[in-house]
């Protein structure tokens, strides 16, 4: 789905806080002069906005193939008004987020984001940074100063999305009327473009399970390495002698941030959600293995974590116990069989048990999964499907095709429950934004 024309805060976040590729020179006054003249085009608080700030903007909405009006009419005129406001209201969320003691970023997290937009410019470009260099600097840009930006305009941005996160907490429960949602969809549905071709599947997923012995032999070791942290030795070096995460243990163990929902185990998140910052857990079981869990971080939601993993052995004969399982519950569906008659494991991997996703986004998939599904027809079960998890573990995976969907316009009901999230949305962050400006002095010039 398009983006509609009108940005809401949150979305103004991301817009305005990604630089355009190459940023172009203006002469503000005068199109075709060399020399740059600004001026100050908004007060807010204890700073300015100025009006290449808004120029700017309008050549980054150009350069991504955005109708702009021509300089100097009417409708130019009204945009840079509707861009200096956004602007102004960006300004007004930056200073209360940086007044918020309870909302930070760190600089892990900022050189993560960086090091992902930076790829991503970099392959838009052409593929290699010496090229980017290269164009950067004829453009009249110093490399090293663009990258700067790139940065801290990705710490603002993480800043803000956190910021409005912890006060939509603070904010009851927004009413939106059906009528309005059906309203909205009707004035903007020109600007949906085409709904993609879809498939909806129910899912069950059966992962081996290790024998009794192997998992009370991993618990005992488990026991070991928890015992000697009691006694003062240091996680992290714990971590690395020991735990079985290949991906976190040079690591020190560390898993980064989490928030509920983002996929971790249902078991380990429980526990990790009830620590308190500091606290190492006893040894708490999931279908990888036993784990010893700290919290080393809480932040509003967010949890920063690390664990040791001390994995229980898989043998053959577990692997071939859970594929003859799920050879069974294929069977069975295709014969009528209920995917609720089953313990449905999806959760347990951080999966839903029933999804509808656009058919070109099957590669996110595991790639026998994912040709599995494609050749399938709808009604269709599929399956046992056997794909590697990760950490050695191997999953089966049985599915059921419910609907198959060609790509056409957007009807309401695709698109009913999305809008009224975001029109719900759009006004928790409209009485956010109406309390702080009441608090911010916004003197507007342009």
């Known amino acids: 789905m398009r983006q509609t024309a009108r940005f809401i805060p949150a979305l103004l976040v991301a817009a305005f806080l990604v630089p355009g590729l190459l940023g172009a020179q203006v002469g503000l006054d005068d199109p075709s002069s060399d020399e740059l003249v600004d001026k100050v085009a908004a007060v807010v608080g204890d700073s300015i906005v100025l009006y290449s700030q808004v120029l700017e903007q309008i050549g980054r909405m150009e350069a991504q193939g955005m109708d702009v009006p021509a300089p100097g009419t009417p409708e130019m005129q009204q945009m840079e008004r509707e861009i200096l406001q956004q602007l102004v209201d960006q300004q007004v969320l930056l200073q209360a987020a940086d007044r918020d003691t309870l909302v930070a970023v760190s600089d892990d997290e900022v050189e993560q984001r960086f090091q992902m937009a930076w790829q991503e410019q970099i392959n838009r470009f052409g593929g290699t940074e010496e090229q980017f260099r290269q164009a950067v600097e004829q453009s009249g840009e110093n490399f090293s100063q663009y990258q700067a930006t790139l940065r801290e305009e990705i710490r603002r941005s993480l800043l803000l999305q956190r910021y409005m996160q912890e006060q939509m907490r603070t904010i009851g429960q927004v009413a939106v009327r059906d009528a309005e949602v059906r309203e909205f969809f009707e004035r903007e549905r020109d600007r949906f473009g085409e709904r993609p071709a879809t498939l909806s599947l129910r899912q069950v997923f ?3 399970r290790a024998s009794d012995e192997a998992r009370a032999e991993a618990r005992e070791r488990a026991e070991e390495v928890l015992q000697r942290l009691r006694d003062g030795e240091d996680f992290e070096e714990l971590a690395e002698r020991y735990s079985d995460d290949p ?12 928030r509920r929902g983002d996929g971790l185990v249902e078991d380990f998140e429980d526990v990790a959600f009830a620590m308190r910052e500091g606290q190492i857990s006893g040894v708490v079981e999931t279908p990888f293995g036993a784990h010893i869990i700290r919290v080393d971080r809480v932040r509003g939601a967010e949890r920063k974590i690390r664990h040791i993993l001390i994995s229980s052995e898989i043998t053959p004969a577990d692997e071939a116990r859970a594929r ?7 069977n069975e569906v295709r014969e009528g069989a209920s995917f609720r008659d089953y313990d449905l494991e999806a959760a347990q991997f951080g999966l839903p048990d029933s999804i509808t996703i ?7 998939f595991p790639d026998a999964f994912a040709s599995a599904l494609r050749a399938a ?9 056997e794909f590697p998890l990760g950490q050695g573990l191997t999953v089966f995976a049985v599915a059921r095709i419910d609907r198959l969907r060609d790509a056409g316009e957007f009807q309401f009901e695709d698109v009913r429950e999305q809008l009224q999230a975001n029109l719900r949305e759009q006004r928790m962050e409209e009485r956010i934004l109406e309390r702080l400006r009441q608090r911010t002095y916004v003197d507007i010039r342009l």
């Open 206 to 208: 059966l992962q081996p």
């Open 247 to 258: 991906g976190t243990r040079q690591q020190g163990g560390d898993l980064g941030w989490y």
């Open 324 to 330: 003859e399982r799920a050879q069974e519950i294929a």
């Open 358 to 364: 656009a058919q070109d986004q099957l590669d996110q």
């Open 377 to 385: 027809s709808e009604g269709e079960v599929v399956g046992p499907v």
